[in-house]
């Protein structure tokens, strides 16, 4: 591990960006950018056609600097627009709505309690990551998608590849990707032949229903779906709870309510980023007012959605005094518009059931060692710990 991770704070000690109108910065690689950091701007952006991911990676568009594997790829459906973005959302989009997911909550619960006992069975010390923030959302992703046979290890080693920035050697990238590529294809091929009732079915047939849709954008997507479906809740499932033992053990005894554990969710999720970039990208098509500023045409942006959710002329309260309030407006935590996450009800259902049964059983849980001595997972856009040492 660098000497950078070990001297890095928890994320919900990093203070925003200052709020302010939209003003010309850079890219960590020197690219001129706008950077967006109120809330009323941010969401602008996200929701205006005007703003867009394709136009990052147009022939036209300026260099970007480090990027992931499919983050850096404009065959993913994060970077595409418009009619062909919409498409692709629509294969999965009945799978994550709140109905489907209020299904899931039974079998979830269970995946949940039986986690959460086997901590307690084992007894302390424990590592948390190990025995709960890692195995539980790979355990409901691999159910989703119907690959409960793959071994965890595994998705975890081409989640860490798909997810890599430019530090990680380009040639091993690309044979693990290759791999994991591969067995997506297979997959596909699979559930063709034998559909199930796991998303991947519902999506081919729907595919093969709509047509239009190559081979090569579906295997890209149902390696999205299985990395980052379980990624983004491992790291911030496993921040919340350095923040709730390290800062509020006042408050861990009031997580035993569903009710309070949801509203903790909520606003830790709003308040708590997943990693330490300073926003997501998008490109404008058109010359555009945002904030009382004129962006040109053709100019990238970055949006500040962590700063935006900690716009004081929006949100009155944080998590000191706010923990259990309910959020003033809708989050952005999950972005807005065209590409707002659709894995959102889901990921507020496992962190809730997580937090809520973990206090329940566990009234007394604290960290075994100070926060300084964590070491920090860094992948692309998510940082969290690599292990969490508790005790009871």
């Known amino acids: 591990m660098s000497i950078d991770e070990r001297t890095l704070i928890p994320l919900h000690r990093r203070k925003p960006a200052a709020h302010g109108a939209p003003r010309l910065t850079a890219l960590p690689n ?15 952006v996200l929701t205006d056609p005007a703003f867009g991911r394709a136009a990052l990676f147009a022939p036209d568009a300026p260099s970007l600097g480090s990027v992931s594997g499919l ?19 629509a294969l999965m989009q009945q799978a994550f709505t709140r109905k489907a997911i209020d299904a899931w909550t039974p079998w979830l619960t269970s995946v949940v309690e039986r986690l959460v006992d086997d901590v307690v069975d084992q007894g302390p010390p424990a590592d948390l990551v190990a025995s709960l923030t890692m195995p539980l959302p790979v355990d409901v992703i691999s159910r989703l998608m119907g690959v409960e ?18 530090s990680q050697p380009v040639d091993e990238v690309r044979a693990v990707l290759a791999e994991f590529y591969a067995f997506a294809a297979e997959l596909l091929d699979r559930r063709r ?10 999506m081919v047939a729907a595919a093969d229903q709509q047509g239009g849709v190559s081979e090569e954008r579906m295997v890209k997507l149902i390696c999205g779906l299985i990395a980052g479906g379980h990624e983004t809740t491992v790291a911030t499932l496993g921040n919340f709870l350095v923040y709730l033992l390290d800062e ?7 997580l035993t309510s569903e009710d309070a554990a949801q509203a903790a969710a909520d606003r830790l999720l709003h308040t708590i980023p997943l990693g ?21 045409a053709g100019a990238v ?21 706010g923990l259990f309030e309910p959020l003033e407006a809708t989050t952005l935590a999950f972005s807005a518009g065209p590409h707002h996450c659709l894995g959102a009800w889901l990921s507020r259902l496992e962190l809730r059931l997580a937090l809520h049964r973990l206090a329940t059983r566990l009234p007394g849980l604290r960290l075994a060692e100070p926060v300084e001595a964590i070491e920090w997972r860094c992948v692309f856009s998510t940082r969290s710990p690599r292990r969490l040492t508790v005790t009871w």
């Open 30 to 44: 020197g690219t001129p950018a706008w950077l967006i950091t109120r809330y009323p701007d941010v969401r602008q």
């Open 71 to 89: 983050e850096g790829d404009p065959g993913f459906i994060s970077n595409i627009d418009g009619p062909e973005h919409r498409q692709l959302r």
């Open 149 to 166: 046979d793959v071994d965890r290890q595994r998705l975890r080693h081409w989640t860490d590849h798909l997810f890599a920035d430019r």
């Open 193 to 202: 032949r034998e559909p199930g009732e796991d998303l991947v079915s519902r």
């Open 248 to 254: 509020r053990p006042d408050a861990w005894p009031r």
């Open 276 to 296: 330490d970039g300073q926003g997501a990208l998008r490109r404008s098509v058109r010359e555009t007012v945002v904030g009382g500023v004129t962006i040109p």
């Open 301 to 321: 942006v970055i949006v500040d959605r962590a700063s935006a959710n900690q716009d004081p002329e929006v949100f009155a309260t944080g998590l000191a005094g």
